[in-house]
C-alpha cells in the first residue's frame, strides 16, 4: 500500500501562482505512476497531470497545458504540481494519485491509492 500527502494548497488570485506537493510512502514505487486529479463542487473528478516514476515522462489534461508543470523529486519521495497563469476556473479540491500497476492514469477508474485532497481556490 502506498500513502500519499499532499500539501501547498491554498487561496490565489487570478494569474498567480500555487506549487502542491505529495509525499510519498509505503511500497517501493520505482513503476508507479503519479499525478494529480482535481474536483470541483458538484462536478466529476478530473485528470490533471501524470508523471511516471521512473523515466519522468509527463502528460496533462487538455486545459492545463502550458499552465501547469508536473514533476518529482526521487530522493526526497515527492511529486509536484506547479501551476502558473491561475483562473478561478482552477478552483477545486486537489488529488494526488498513484497507479502502481503498469498504463497510464487519465480517469478515476486507473488510480489505485489516493491522498486526501487540498484546497485550491482562486479569486477574480
Known amino acids: 500500500q502506498v500513502q500519499l500527502v499532499e500539501s501547498g494548497g491554498g487561496l490565489v488570485q487570478a494569474g498567480g501562482s500555487l506549487r502542491l506537493s505529495c509525499a510519498v510512502s509505503?511500497?517501493?514505487?520505482?513503476?508507479?505512476?503519479m499525478g494529480w486529479f482535481r474536483q470541483a463542487p458538484g462536478k466529476e473528478r478530473d485528470f490533471v497531470a501524470a508523471i511516471t516514476w521512473s523515466s519522468g515522462y509527463t502528460y496533462y489534461g487538455d486545459s492545463m497545458k502550458g499552465r501547469f508543470t508536473i514533476s518529482r523529486d526521487n530522493t526526497k519521495n515527492t511529486v509536484y504540481l506547479q501551476m502558473n497563469s491561475l483562473k478561478p476556473e482552477d478552483t477545486a479540491v486537489y488529488y494526488c494519485a498513484a497507479r502502481t500497476t503498469l498504463g497510464t492514469m487519465t480517469k478515476p477508474s486507473d488510480v489505485g491509492s489516493w491522498g486526501q485532497g487540498t484546497q485550491v481556490t482562486v479569486s477574480s
Open positions: 509505503g511500497r517501493t514505487f520505482s513503476r508507479y505512476t
